[in-house]
């Protein structure tokens, strides 16, 4: 006996999906619409059902539907945004996926499965309002909405202080700055400082690239045109309001890759264009971008254009973790005190031998801002005048060890390594020391650079 799937079966499998199904035939007319999708849209199957499908949604048309699109090309279309609204006047945002239905080489139809999200779209239209309203806020506010200067960067580290140094010489210049450093180690110190002793009369604005959604990390930097898209408003993006000052972009390596194309057309033609927009805009903006993981990788797993990359890198400082500076620990640890007494309305004198040789030898993967948090924390519950190893209970749970180097660092130098013996090997030539070592001639190059900017380490 063949086993074959009924109609019934079919319909009653497609019904069981929990996403909206729309299916049409080649000339558009809807042939199939499940409930989820009536659901989502705020209608009746039968409201929609024999109808041409820009007759139950009359606000698209055949240059913005996704089924249209398909329907003319053949071609699919994965996760692809669209608002819109139904024959009564409701707004919808939903997430299509729309395939064509070919058989035997004919186009029959298409099948559209779409995922609502007019919930989620809302609420991102609320953040949006709300960070262009922060955003000006900002921009509004004395010295530009910074608070750190150079004074405030404590360290005695030789590599640091060069760090410091080559920031200071940068901060007299306007070409675009890239700052690595891994989380917690003061990126935005740094920048800010930048700022602060530059020239220019902007104001200072930072966005964390990975803080907010793709789908509206562009309309924030680069603003909205009215009519855009649907219930889009004219807004200002960060790069208008940072005119004349300085926009930092942190964690540039969260940024999608389309953005970044947009983003070096700023950095090369000085423009912006507003989404939805027609024409362009001028701008004036120093940007400085942060990355938190080594640039080579972002590079090689394609999360960072090579042309982006490129053109940031004009500048480029990296800030090395506290493990790497630990002689700075100590300063900081009354520094941090200092700052919470005042804050706490506290007394505390210092801190005890045993306990800051705890903190000294812990690996602080969270770099300056974890020990910060530790101190803080400690303070909140110290029964004395002298911070001891019992107001740390994260150290009581620690065994006690030598000061060890990590992975990161250990594999740091065994690279080192292997890069200084191929290019003893081949007399220095670059060349043929990347292909011994089975990497590109510009990977070898910037690895080359890397290793000697951090030789004082």
């Not at 009359?58 to 398909?70: A, G, N, R």
């Not at 805009?281 to 971008?289: N, T």
């Not at 960072?304 to 400082?317: A, G, H, K, S």
């Not at 180097?405 to 594999?411: A, K």
């Amino acid at each position: 006996m063949r086993n074959t799937l009924t109609e019934g079966m079919f319909e009653a499998i497609l019904e069981s999906i929990d996403e909206g199904i729309h299916v049409v035939d080649n000339q558009g007319v809807t042939i199939y619409y499940n409930e989820i999708a009536a659901k989502h849209d705020g209608l009746l199957v039968e409201d929609v059902l024999g109808k041409h499908y820009l007759e139950a949604f009359p606000s698209l048309s055949k240059e913005t539907s996704t089924l249209s699109h398909v329907l003319m090309t053949r071609k699919a279309i994965f996760n692809k945004d669209q608002t819109y609204r139904n024959m009564k006047g409701k707004l919808i945002s939903t997430i299509n996926t729309t395939l064509p239905i070919v058989v035997k080489g004919h186009l029959e139809g298409a099948v559209e499965i779409a995922r609502d999200i007019s919930r989620i779209k809302t609420l991102s239209d609320k953040v949006m309002e709300l960070q262009s309203k922060m955003n000006k806020k900002t921009a509004k506010e004395f010295d530009d909405g910074t608070s750190y200067t150079f004074d405030h960067i404590r360290t005695n580290d030789p590599v640091f202080m060069q760090v410091k140094e080559r920031a200071m010489k940068a901060s007299a210049l306007n070409s675009p700055i890239l700052v690595y450093g891994e989380t917690g180690t003061g990126k935005e110190l740094i920048v800010q400082s930048i700022h602060n002793a530059s020239k220019r009369p902007g104001p200072f604005i930072a966005q964390n690239c990975a803080a907010l959604p793709a789908s509206i990390l562009e309309s924030i930097l680069f603003g909205t045109a009215k009519g855009s898209f649907t219930g889009a408003e004219e807004r200002e993006g960060l790069f208008e309001l940072a005119n004349g000052g300085t926009l930092f972009l942190d964690e540039i390596n969260s940024m999608p890759i389309d953005v970044q194309a947009k983003l070096l057309r700023v950095l090369e033609d000085g423009v912006i264009r507003r989404v939805g927009a027609g024409k362009t805009r001028k701008v004036d903006v120093r940007i400085i971008a942060a990355i938190n993981e080594e640039p080579e990788l972002a590079l090689e797993d394609r999360r960072l254009r090579v042309d982006l990359f490129y053109r940031l890198n004009v500048i480029y400082l990296r800030i090395p973790p506290l493990r790497a500076r630990r002689g700075d620990i100590p300063d900081l640890i009354a520094h941090f005190i200092e700052k919470y007494n005042k804050k706490f309305q506290r007394h505390i004198v210092s801190i005890d031998e045993k306990a800051e040789f705890r903190l000294y030898h812990r690996s602080w993967q969270g770099n300056v801002r974890e020990l910060e948090h530790v101190i803080q924390s400690a303070m909140n519950f110290a029964e004395g005048d002298i911070l001891v190893e019992k107001d740390f209970p994260m150290l009581l749970s620690e065994p006690m060890r030598e000061m060890v180097q990590s992975l990161p660092e250990i594999l740091l130098k065994t690279e080192a390594d292997l890069i200084q013996q191929a290019m003893k090997n081949c007399l220095g030539n670059v060349k043929k020391a990347a292909e011994q070592l089975g990497i590109p001639r510009q990977t070898l190059q910037y690895k080359l650079s890397k290793h000697q900017s951090q030789s004082a380490e």
